[in-house]
């Protein structure tokens, strides 16, 4: 299962928040920790994306892993952000390894990851999809179930419901349309971040003036709080709320 992180504070580099903790995404990449079976390492794929100087978003995202693209490293070290969601990916067998298979997807100021899979796919979701307008599902950007999550999140927003309830809505459907999917889900504008832990892992640390959502904790520095499974977290870099999915 992939592992992603969400961060939205005072700008670091990217190296800073992916590359230089102990147990930073680029380590998450080959040794995770906590994969709950799902695969063993991270190395189908990689995606960052940031808003340089607030505007953006910006992705960069390839097929290959994150420690073998020496550009990547070289941007990282010179690129700063105040709001950054990076992901690397272990593909769900028979799923598309492609650049586009790879978090975030993004429309506007969005970006979306997804860390998880659909149980039964694709037949399970099949009356899901079948809700979006035919346009939206022939211009997937792969042929994934994360994908189609984005979709079915982005079809919320583009119909005015806040990203808490977009998600929210999105993890529970799927859950009751196939059961046992693992639905953690990331989603944010540069200024808010909305994280569900919905069959994974999920930790947050917040600071007076930011906040870290991530899959595994990057460090073992005291701060880090496990989301309970079933949780839905909204937050600012200066405010957090989390309360059940079902309550959004
Ligand atoms: N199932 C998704 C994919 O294949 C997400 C992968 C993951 O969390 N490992 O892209």
């Known amino acids: 299962m992939c592992r992603h992180l969400a961060y939205l504070g005072p700008p670091l580099t990217l190296r800073e928040l992916l ?3 102990p147990h930073s995404l680029l380590r998450q990449s080959w040794a995770p920790r906590d994969m709950r079976g799902g695969g063993t390492i991270n190395a189908d794929g990689f995606g960052i994306g940031w808003y340089p100087g607030g ?9 290959q892993p994150i420690w073998s693209d020496p550009t990547i490293a070289e ?8 709001a950054v969601l990076a992901a690397v990916r272990s593909a769900t067998v028979g799923m598309a390894i492609v650049d586009t ?13 997804h860390n998880g899979v659909v149980r ?28 189609l999550l984005w979709a079915l999140v982005r079809h919320r927003l583009r119909a005015g419901v806040g990203p808490a309830r977009a998600v929210a809505e999105t993890v529970t459907s799927v859950a009751a349309a196939a059961p046992g999917s693992r639905l953690n889900m990331l989603l944010t504008d540069g200024h808010t971040v909305v994280a569900s832990a919905a069959g ?3 930790s947050v640390r917040v600071t007076p ?3 870290l ?17 079933g949780q839905l977290v909204q937050a600012t870099a200066t405010q957090v709320r989390q309360r059940e999915l079902a309550a959004w």
């Not at 941007?75 to 105040?82: I, N, P, R, W, Y």
């Open 120 to 147: 039964g796919w694709p037949d399970s979701v099949v009356p899901l999809a079948a809700e979006l307008p035919v346009r939206d599902l022939i211009t997937l950007d792969a042929t994934t179930d994360s994908a």
């Open 213 to 229: 959502l991530v899959s595994e904790p990057h460090d073992d520095e005291p701060g880090w709080d496990e989301v309970t499974e």
């Open 75 to 82: 941007l990282a070290a010179v690129t700063s952000a105040g």
């Open 19 to 21: 590359f230089d903790p």
């Open 200 to 202: 994974h892992a999920l």
């Open 55 to 63: 505007a953006g978003p910006v992705r960069y995202r390839r097929a």
């Open 209 to 211: 003036s930011s906040v």
């Open 101 to 113: 298979a790879a978090a975030p997807f993004a429309e506007g100021r969005w970006l979306f990851s």
